[in-house]
């Protein structure tokens, strides 16, 4: 992917997951629902379930242990991943769906396209066969750059066929307007998950640094170099990524959308890297004529001038060939899969075993004709029923949320006027797109997994390009149908809850309100909250970057989001080794906390004061508080939580369960809990 993924942690916050790690196809699995088309697919997953529970446990002294404690003895993190929760198992069902809409395509004259791209991945064999050949023209090409003024022309190319070297190119809606779609240039070219990965002296950062340029050099030989020839073009390859992430901007403060938006003339640009051929580069990938765009961090920018006039253009050759080959690896053969998954998924992520193939395949489709084989999962599990339960569920919590900010004690009005406008004006879209992505100009061929990717990613690169100038659409969807997610998007001021997550265990009909609300409709509070975190906030209803907050009113935002930040950063991981990043899971803790207390809203609302039977043995509030608690069950290996605490806005389960009902008197009160219990923070954080 070009650059989507990689801005989107920014245009869009997510209530699941951020993906971790480049070049780990594994790691940003989606996949979604009902019963499997024809396959004996893994078994359903439950909603609330009392097996789950650790009674053993007093709610008051760990929360997330006495809602998931039964689930985490049993569910062990299996081989193939690096964490294992409550969403990987719907993840994991609703995959098993698409492996039978995939299957019936391959074999059926409707559906070639998904069908095609499904089997092509699937032909191990032939891509054994085959070996560097799909590559060779690419190697060739890079083997043969003779001078830097032909670098810019085939960065441009490696851009179009999917290989993110040096930085990204794409575009964006406009900050400042947000009626128009400009290009963006943003900071990139990493192999690394993140730039403290190349800078940091500490042991989980130094470690992989270790392992990392023998990865490379592996690879290089896997590709016919000498080992010590290999050895040092490695070697090269990390000093220049490790240039680049000396001037990349620090995840946090991209957190900030001032610190992202530099609109610069195309001037301006070239005297920022003048070696660079940026009117070559531009023609060539197929940008229309530019006269500005969002150069996101222009030091950057400045500082790729010594990258593209290092002496050593054999260095330069080296890490485009490098980033070819870590783009492709797993669709080459299968000692490049393997050793991709060595450095990627065992020393990054802790996983033992490579997923098996179809799974992988499955995701690949999904990551690249996601629409149409979404149609099809649509079709196949999610009914117009669907759509209506969940509109009358999102607007019991926008009720709820517009209650909450008309009593919120610490706001005043000017402020709360408009933050009561922008609730108003926030629009849902549920399921999947009114619209479907039309594909037709994508060539899939039934024997080429490589040229397929290669063609899918020219094909989404031509899409993004084609809006430049033109109007927004607020149809389209950032995740496909299939995702067990959910995200807002501060720039058009929408929730987005894909078809994929509106089951088990977020959502189940035949479950109480109370454990409803306290799953699928935290979430949907999460979301609405998004619209109010440490980003949102700085948006206003139409999407546009502008303050809408008094001075007194943003003082008062601060020092309460600095609690959270406070009260998270002190939670530790990977046995107690490393420290969860305050400010990095600022915006998601904020949105977990209220997305909870307004649940807490539209069930008390939706009760009414009427006296409720137990259920299992519990309340409705407490069914509530399990029903956020059960969603975030989950085990994960040391590596994996490392790797997350750097890269992930979220919070891992533990501390999304604790963090939150240790906030909560509604939690207490609900519990029993005496005033001494480790549930209970003597400095409740509170913004929302
Ligand atoms: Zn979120």
Redesign the pocket.
Known sequence: MIDRRAFMSFLA????TTSPAPGFAQATAPPPLADPVDKPGPRRVPGFDVNALDQSVNACTDFYQFSCGGWLARNPVPADRARWGRFDELAERNQAALRGILENAASSAADRQIGDYYTACMEDKGIEVLGLKPLKATLDRIASLKTRTDLAGEVARLHAQGVPVLFAFGVQQDFKDATRVIARLDQGGLGLPDRDYYLKDEARFADVRKHYVPHIARMFELAGDRRDAALEAARRVVLIETALARVSLERVKRRDPANVYHMTKSAELAALTPAFGWDAYFAAVGAPPLAELNVTWPDFFKALQSVVLDPDLDALKSYLRWHTLLAAAPLLPTAFVNENFAFYGRTLTGAKELRPRWKRCVQMVDAHVGEALGQRYVEATFGAEGKERMSTLVAALERALEKDIRELPWMTEATRRQALAKLSAITNKIGYPDRWRDYRMLKVARNDALGNRERAEAFELRRQLAKIGQPVDRGEWLMTPPTVN???MSLQNNINFPAGILQPPFFERSMDDAVNFGAIGSVIG??LT?GFDDQGRKFAANGNLADWWTAEDATEFEKRAACFVDQYGAYTVAGGEVKLNGKLTL??NT??NGGLRIAHMALMDTLAGATTPLRDGFTPEQRLFLGWGQIWCQNETEESARLRAQTD??SPGRYRVNGVVSNMPEFQKAFACPATSPMVRENACRVW
């Open positions: 916050a997510a209530c699941v959910a995200y807002y999460h979301e998004h915006g998601e949105a977990d806005t979220h």
